[in-house]
């Protein structure tokens, strides 16, 4: 009898070490160990290459194979105001292999493209974000020839010559909403002119083609310093490093604030281990000298965020963008 009882502790002994080692691999990063990934991390990029967007997932997706020990392959999904992109990696296995960048236009999409775009990605609900890297300052330059400097010369010269164009990086672009609400603000007339992306708007501003664009610093840095074209105003609530002669809009008495950002996201429900893994690598990379001075050297400025920061930042600029569709009814298509 003592005998049985000597073997049933033994049993009860080894089924516990089990379930506890049964625990601990279910749980994986959650219970504690570092995430570590075991095959190669596609990094989806909402854009073409080219990009300020893209510029950043490059930079990331060359120093992350060094901390995580994989390589990191990257995969340009443009489309549907970034949407295309979100629903691919939406419809990823939550496990830290497949993540995606973006840019604000991707948090507007839903409020401007036709209900069920993006194979009826919900942004909020399909994605969890994971750190906010890099921004850009929101620009308004000028060809030389239009002949404002500032913000009040800007509204003088419109109100003199009602209706010129000014061109963005497409119909629904944060540059978009951006113009409507300079107009709104200031009393005066432009006519919307979407181009497909930033770098065509701004190439026919430098030819002459158009005499203004609203659009995002990143790139287009040698144009202002060749003196090209004429930066008027930031639309920061602080002047910007980056361009810290320029003013900003809300210095001239207009309201308004918007920053191009690049939030990075992963697919609802990966695990709290894997998000915080990516947000700490992420964070250091962008922190190193060498990446700092590449992107503002491209007018682009590195940062970090935590995880809940970058959550508030994308829900707060989703209920932005709701708010300014409500009043200008932009729509695209």
Known sequence: MQHFHIHRRHLLASCLAWLATGAIAADGPAAGAA????????????????SSVDMVARLLADKLPAALGQPVIVINRPGASGLI???????????????????????????????????????????????????????????????????????A???????????????????????????????????????????????????????????????????????????????ERRRSPLLPDVPTFRESGIPIDFTLFFPVFAPAKTPPAIISRLNREMGAIMQMPETRAKLLAAGVEARSSTVEEAREMVNE????????QAEFKITSE
Do not use: C
């Open 85 to 155: 992109a979100a629903s691919s990696v939406a419809r990823a296995e939550p496990d830290g292999l497949t993540i995606l960048i973006g840019s604000n236009t991707m948090l507007g999409a839903p409020h401007t493209l036709p209900k069920g775009a993006g194979n009826g990605v919900d942004v909020l609900r399909d994605l969890s974000p994971i750190i906010v890297p890099a921004t850009s300052p929101m620009v308004v330059m000028a060809h030389p020839s239009f002949g404002a400097k500032t913000p009040k010369e800007m509204v």
């Open 35 to 50: 995430w570590q990934p075991t095959k190669p991390i596609n990094f989806v990029v909402s854009v073409a290459p080219g």
């Open 317 to 324: 600029q989703y209920r932005v963008f709701g708010k300014l």
């Open 157 to 235: 010269q419109l109100k003199a010559r009602p209706g010129q164009p000014y061109a963005t990086a497409g119909q629904g672009s944060p540059f978009h909403f951006a113009g409507e609400m300079f107009k709104s603000a200031t009393g005066t007339e432009m006519t919307h002119t979407p181009y497909r992306g930033v770098m065509p708007a701004v190439v026919d501003t430098v030819a002459g083609q158009v005499p203004l664009t609203f659009g995002a610093l990143g790139g287009v840095t040698q144009f202002l310093e060749s003196g090209r074209l004429v930066a008027i105003a930031v639309g």
